[in-house]
């Protein structure tokens, strides 16, 4: 079946400006999560969603960072005027639901660049 | 202080031979504890779960220390393909921490 797909595979924006990154859930699954990962790091926590509503969003940098999933599916993570600090891979998971022994689905992630 | 902490490697290994790493983890209260492996430019896989009593998987065995708050992989009889960055991952609840990550090359 497919696995969890994130839209565009790379994003390069100029400082300042906005973006958004999709990220498309495995059918089914209630949890989804957005990590970060930059160079030489693994990914760090940003946000968690079960069904429509965000259960977590206590690892969003600032409030630059906003993401939604209105219908429990797709969500969508927003950057407010981006930052060069911003660069980095945006990974997003899904789960079929959440705890601590369900394997999180990562999708192949978006490479951020801000110039 | 970071709440996973990984050798950083490179670990170096000729095909067949055994490698062996380990992570520590500061969050006593950690539910689940998980190798993930990352190919370059890839998204991390679930590569096993790591159980107390210690699990194989394979050439593949991993241990947990819960007093220690230690986990360790050891790989055996190495292949090209083992090549990759190892993820040391443990699960609170929902939220994963991720190790830097262990970069392993076989060479031929």
């Known amino acids: 079946g497919a696995g969890v797909s994130q839209t565009p595979s790379n994003k390069v924006t100029e400082k300042g400006k906005y973006v958004e990154l999709r990220c498309d859930p495995i059918?089914?699954?209630?949890?989804l999560y957005w990590y970060r990962q930059s160079l030489g790091q693994g990914p760090e926590f940003l946000i968690y969603?079960?069904?429509?509503?965000?259960?977590?969003d206590s690892g969003l940098p600032n409030d630059r960072f906003f993401a939604v999933r209105p219908e429990g599916s797709v969500s969508t993570l927003k950057i407010q005027r981006t930052e060069r600090g911003d660069s980095a891979v945006y990974l997003c998971?899904?789960?079929?639901?959440?705890?601590?022994?369900?394997?999180?689905?990562f999708g192949p992630g978006t490479r951020l660049t801000v110039l | 202080r970071k709440e996973v902490e990984q050798d950083p490697g490179p670990f170096n290994v000729p095909e067949g031979a055994t490698v062996a790493f380990n992570c520590t983890y500061s969050?006593?209260?950690?539910?689940?504890f998980f190798w993930y492996r990352q190919d370059c430019r890839k998204e991390p896989k679930l590569l096993m779960s790591?159980?107390?009593s210690g699990n194989e998987d394979g050439r593949f065995t991993a241990q947990l220390n819960r007093a220690s708050q230690y986990i360790s992989l050891l790989i055996r009889d190495s292949k090209l393909s083992d090549s990759a960055t190892y993820l040391c991952?443990?699960?609170?609840?929902?939220?994963?921490?991720f190790g830097a990550g262990t970069t392993v090359t076989v060479r031929a």
């Open positions: 969050n006593s209260a950690s539910q689940s």
């Open positions: 790591v159980y107390s």
């Open positions: 969603f079960q069904g429509t509503g965000a259960a977590d």
């Open positions: 998971a899904s789960s079929f639901t959440s705890g601590s022994v369900n394997e999180q689905f």
């Open positions: 059918s089914g699954h209630t949890a």
């Open positions: 991952v443990v699960n609170h609840d929902y939220k994963l921490s």
